[in-house]
């Protein structure tokens, strides 16, 4: 199927890249696939949990026998229904599902079960964000806003991407292939594991705002739970359109389509090839072609996938197999109201409520279970600010050094926040806390008991410090007296010797005080 | 009435990854003109102001859903039952790369 004629993408030479751009817009639209995390697959009750032996999550309905009916999962029309009104889709009230053609061992049934007349969702849109620099005239700026921003943050240019429609579907079975035996092998679990395709308009123009989009695509299906999203294990898949046109020009040029980016890295990097693979070939005068293309990252070029002729002619029609869906206005309310709060409000309210920086609240709104241990963190600790700093510094450290999932982290917001208190109380110094906090976020202990057994509980009581400061002004006397006569600078030292006498458990703050006094 | 030539034959072994045997073409053809001819007979009916029907369900205007509750148990023996060739727990099909 696929002809390898390799047409490498080689670096345009002897054009200097600027006059490029000036001459040259780039037009990019996408079709993003994102695999939901249902228990169970689209049409049947086999399971859809990941690294099955193969085959073993399969039945009839899935493997394509004859006789076999499909059942729609109902999860699955929640799941889309709550990502159209999460994208400002208008709901398609009656919406049917369609059959795809194709012949391929990954599709056991020969077509696909797909939506292509009445899809789900329609006309909706993501507003991402622009930078300064970037922000253009021209560009279709949030004039159309319909209402949503009354929080405070929006002073960000923003740039609409429209969504043209998005549909659910099933996804197709794995191939394996064997080159020393010249065969493949087919592993059905996936197939029927269900996808929502959401297709956008093609009013994306450089890489950065695929990527916004992308992300702003993916946390809302993050924050709604309906799909892990990850380009590595497919679980979000991009293709992307591109097409170069004239600057200024109303003409689109002819598009094609990108397969293969499993990363963010990827689609920048294939962006800027097929960029500069279809300037070059306007430039010597050739035409481009209307073809699939797919990406290989190692080799930084793309390769044709489909040759002209073999053009896609789907056959689409009806499924008759699986009944029209009709969807209420009661049953739409009922998934509004649950909703949750999305980043961004999130983000504007912990500013707001919390007084933390922007730059914070961006950062602690990543996740939505890292935002709710936060916010409980804070609202138990009384401290906001210093439960930010706790997270934006030690937990983050500790997430990448661990490299878990921010999900895997369960500690109670409880054991936090009494840390939180001791730190600023006094009852332990800074190393100290560090120690027990990382104990709390990974083992969830109790840090006041475990302070105390582990003698780690600050010498406070002015008894036992006062008792360290006398040895210590007792066996430096001759910095004692450079100190009396003026020389400020060795205080440290003899703070530092408080410190080591009392194995660090001395609170620094106090140890100031208490000294002075006593010099 | 639709007369079906080479190049659509050749279209339609293309979609369906067939290959017609040289001594059947004519026969083939002339059995998609056939085919064609009922579907043009379809298209004569007068169908103004009759809404289209996907499932007779409309009728009902009831939903039928499955819950996301897992029902079936391992389904690999059943599935490979018939398998012209397996290796692994899995079909063999030609190399398709
Ligand atoms: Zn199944």
Known sequence: MESKNVEKTAPVKGRPKTAECRRYDTVIGLEVHIELSTKTKIFCGCSTKFGALPNTQTCPVCTGMPGSLPVLNKKVVEYAIALGLATNCRINQRTLFDRKNYFYPDNPQDYQISQLYEPICLDGYLEIAQDEGEKRGSSTAS??????????????????????????????????????????????NRSGVPLIEIVSEPDMETAEEVIAYLEKLRMICLYLGISDCKLQEGSMRVDVNLSVKEAGSDILGTRTEMKNLNSFKAITRAIAAERERQIALLESGEKVEQETRRWDDTAGASYSMRSKEDSKDYRYFPEPDVMPVVISDAWIEEIKQRQPEFKEEKAARFEREYGIPAYDADILTQSRHLASLFEETATLSGQPKKTANWFMGELFRIIKETGKEPEEFTFSPKHAADLIVAVEEGKINQAGAKEVFAKVVLEDIEPLSYMEQHGLMSLSDEGALQAAIEEVIAENGAIVEEYRSGKDKVFGFLVGQVMKKTKGKADPGKVNELLKRNL | MITIND?????????????????????????MEKLFGYVEKLKKVDTTGVEPLAHTSEITKENRFRRDEVTNPDGAEGTLFNAPAKKDGQFVVPKTV
């Open chain 1, 143 to 188: 004039e159309n806003k319909t209402g949503g921003g009354t929080s405070t943050v929006c002073k960000k240019a923003t740039k609409t991407i429209r969504i043209h429609e998005m549909h659910m579907e099933e996804d197709a079975g794995k191939l394996t292939h064997d080159e020393s035996e010249g065969i493949s092998l087919v592993d059905y």
């Open chain 2, 7 to 31: 190049t659509d034959l050749k279209k339609a072994e293309l979609l369906a990854k067939l290959s017609i045997e040289p001594e059947k073409r004519e026969r083939t053809m002339a059995e």
